[in-house]
């Protein structure tokens, strides 16, 4: 048994019949931060639309095109050592045009280099980082892996993981600081 089973407010995290005394609030484990469009993006988010089209500017669910530029959503995985759970960014990458059909097409797309697209909550990434996008598994969207090369600690925690502190410290810099929803009720 890991030493995080041991903490109790990893057990309420991740119990789903867990909800906190104050506020009723319940938890089943880590929630992904996703994001509705690219950083650089200047149109507003789609809202209920399948598609948000201003020009030759196009964004859907998966899919950016901006000017010359294309974007791809992506999922970023951190695991979380010493359980089966992961936590995930879903994130914008930037790709070469030609790159973005083929990622879009699915089949037979091998993989390409990207650049991160937008800031992430808890990190240093206001600088361009560079990524691969790699396939993700049939019917879902593809990977971002960091370039270990870039020394960026993202790759780094994508390589060897987060902790569950680490974990809360994402949230809270996302805007939901879910510490004092997990503390002791006594």
């Known amino acids: 048994m890991s030493d995080l089973a041991q903490d109790p407010r990893w057990r309420r995290f991740t119990d789903a019949g867990y909800t906190c005394a104050c506020c009723g609030r319940g938890f089943a484990g880590p929630m992904d931060i996703g994001f509705g469009a690219p950083a650089a993006w200047p149109h507003g988010l789609r809202g209920d639309r399948a598609e948000l089209e201003v020009d030759a500017d196009r ?13 791809v959503r992506t999922v970023l995985i951190l695991p979380i050592p010493g359980t089966d759970e992961t936590f995930a960014y879903g994130p914008w990458a930037s790709v070469h045009a030609d790159s973005f059909e083929a990622a879009l097409a699915g089949q037979g797309f091998a993989g390409c280099f990207a650049w991160l697209a937008n800031r992430l909550p808890g990190w240093d990434t ?61």
């Open 59 to 71: 964004l859907t669910a998966d899919a950016c095109i901006l000017g010359d530029d294309r974007f």
């Open 126 to 186: 206001d600088a361009p980082l560079p990524c691969n996008l790699l396939p993700g598994p049939t019917g879902e969207r593809p990977r971002l892996e960091v370039h270990a090369s870039s020394g960026h600690p993202l790759a780094q925690a994508q390589r060897d993981g987060i902790s569950f502190d680490r974990l809360l410290d994402l949230y809270g810099a996302a805007g939901h600081d879910l510490r004092p929803h997990l503390t002791d009720p006594d």
